[in-house]
């Protein structure tokens, strides 16, 4: 389990670094809105980016609780261990079709 979370972290850091364009530190820590500045439009850009990378969908919800990087990190753990994602790697590169 931490070697996900570890990896959930890394992409949330990816995100900030590359999408958001915000290469500070990013620790689980941090308060997503205060510490890292993020609003509305970032928020949606991690999501997004999030979503794609781990093959889950993250419920609106949850955006209530979602306070911190580990909130944001529990999220994504939670909406994998429900079935959101058979490869949460991506590294399949293809379909059983």
Known sequence: ??????????????????QLERPGPVELHHALASDLELDSMGALVLAVGLEDRFRVRLDGADAGV???VADLVAVVERALAAGGSEDPAGESGGSAE
């Open 66 to 68: 979602v306070v911190s």
């Open 1 to 18: 389990m931490a070697e996900l979370r570890d990896e959930i972290l890394a992409e949330i850091r990816h995100i900030f670094a590359t």
